[in-house]
């Protein structure tokens, strides 16, 4: 079965503060994609990032960057310099490769809150 | 460019009404579609999903339904409402390989009282 668990509930920081997000996620399988969404008040959820199983390599985008290690099953999210704007509930999420229809499991998401 | 809509964006509805929440996609064809539903608290809930018109999967079972009536529309219904269909709806749509992402409509918001 899939799992993904995302520990911390919520994180307050003040603005220019570094934040990190944890992701852990449990599969059988050897493929696999991970996701990371970002729900902002208005409750739109943005599509931020996809890392397939096979690349470890990790990325950064502007301010955030993405850890990903196979070894520890964790798919960490960092904000460098936190901004209000940043504010809002993160999703990691897990797919299976073999679905062709595409479920997506979710953790339980992880509430930012950046403080001016 | 590909975009979702969803309406409409608020609902209030007394228990015991119909229900029927519509979304579209522009700018793409043949995409799977999927319903959420988040209540209070957070968690993404997966309802319905389609991989083509008239092809519907529910994953919970419950007083919902979902029909794919074109290729790019997705409707999800209830003849009566309770109280527990209250929550956040969230339509998205993806590209038919597995490794695509999926992509969230702006949301309805369903108040059951």
């Known amino acids: 079965a899939q799992k993904v668990t995302q520990a911390q509930t919520e994180i307050s920081v003040v603005e220019k503060e570094d934040v990190t997000l944890d992701c852990v996620y449990e599969t059988r399988d050897t493929t696999y994609y991970l996701f990371w969404y970002k729900q902002p008040p208005s409750g739109e959820l943005v599509f931020l990032i996809r890392?397939?199983?096979?690349?470890?390599q990790n990325e950064i985008s502007g301010r955030y960057s993405w850890n990903f290690q196979k070894s520890t099953s964790s798919f960490n999210f960092t904000i460098t310099a936190s901004q209000v704007v940043d504010s809002a509930v993160y999703f990691c999420?897990?797919?299976?490769?073999?679905?062709?229809?595409?479920?997506?499991?979710f953790g339980a998401g992880t509430q930012v809150v950046v403080t001016p | 460019s590909q975009t979702i809509h969803q309406w409409p964006a608020t609902l209030v509805q007394p228990v015991g009404s119909p229900l029927s929440l519509e979304c579209t996609v522009e700018g793409t064809s043949n995409p799977n579609l999927y319903w959420y539903r988040q209540a209070a608290g957070r968690g993404l809930q997966l309802l319905f999903y389609s991989v083509g018109i008239g092809q519907i999967s529910s994953e919970v079972p419950q007083n919902l339904s979902a029909s794919r009536p074109q290729d790019r529309q997705f409707i999800l219904s209830s003849k009566k409402l309770l109280l527990s269909d209250s929550g956040f709806y969230l339509c998205?749509?993806?590209?038919?390989?597995?490794?695509?992402?999926?992509?969230f409509g702006p949301g309805t918001r369903l108040t059951v009282l």
């Open positions: 998205a749509w993806s590209g038919p390989t597995s490794y695509n992402e999926q992509f």
């Open positions: 890392r397939n199983s096979f690349d470890e």
């Open positions: 999420a897990l797919r299976r490769t073999t679905d062709s229809w595409g479920k997506l499991q």
